[in-house]
């Protein structure tokens, strides 16, 4: 299984397309058993659902995101955590305990020049 954290740092972001980058997880058996750093490649409608999906990863883990990348996920079957906040790794630890849920932080009317939250 493959986690994605959008992240700037080691910390969750509080924007999907605008993180820094995405920290991938790989988890065995509930545990962590590697990660990698890849940088956001650059924010463009529809496109980094698909450079994830084409990673391997099962589940995005992100502090805010748009419907739009929402169902693009839900449409490879790429399960979406939004809420979520804090450290990246723990946030991958809490969902492999099935402690992590998703709030709906959905960011509604977004403008991609504009800061999730700055509406």
Avoid: W
């Amino acid at each position: 299984m493959k986690i994605a954290i959008a992240s700037e740092g080691k910390m969750v972001t509080e924007h999907f397309g605008h993180c820094e980058g995405f920290i991938i997880f790989e988890a065995e058996n509930g545990q962590i058993t590697g990660s990698e750093t890849v940088l956001n490649p650059g924010h463009r409608p529809g496109f980094l659902p698909n450079f994830l999906n084409d990673k391997g990863v099962n589940v995005i883990i992100s502090g805010g995101m748009g419907g739009g990348a929402i169902d693009i996920f839900n449409e490879k079957n790429i399960e979406v955590i939004v809420g979520a906040s804090g450290d990246a790794r723990a946030a991958a630890e809490m969902y492999l305990k099935g402690e992590l849920k998703s709030t709906g932080s959905v960011c509604h009317d977004h403008v991609h020049s504009d800061e999730c939250g700055n509406h």
